[in-house]
Nanobody
């Protein structure tokens, strides 16, 4: 059974920073593609960032490039999302996901953590 548990969300003022964490159990993230997604109220879930196991390539949504960084600590089986220069439009529930390397869709999802950015 694979479980992903996010933490680190909260309320922050615009321009501030947060670091989200996602701890995995039941699957080694070191041999997985991992990603972060978000869903704002009334909107569809959208892609934020992805780290591919093969080659360690990183991908970001245009809206977060230069502000967010995805990283992984293999020893802790944890993936992070460092979010800087936060904007009110970053307000959403953030989800981490993991799956097989190269998978089009990531199979395993966390329960989400709320990020609220005040103006």
């Amino acid at each position: 059974q694979v479980q992903l548990v996010e933490s680190g969300g909260g309320l922050v003022q615009a321009g501030g920073s947060l670091r989200l964490s996602c701890v995995a159990s039941g699957r080694a993230l070191s041999i997985s593609d991992v990603g972060w997604f978000r869903q704002a109220p009334g909107k569809e879930r959208e892609f934020v960032a992805r780290l591919n196991w093969y080659g360690g390539r990183l991908y970001y949504a245009d809206s977060v490039k230069g502000r967010f960084t995805i990283s992984m600590d293999n020893a802790k089986n944890t993936v992070y999302l460092q979010m800087n220069s936060l904007k009110p439009e970053d307000t959403a529930v953030y989800y981490c996901a993991a799956g097989a390397p190269g998978a089009t869709q990531l199979r395993y999802w966390g329960q989400g953590t709320q990020v609220t950015v005040s103006s």
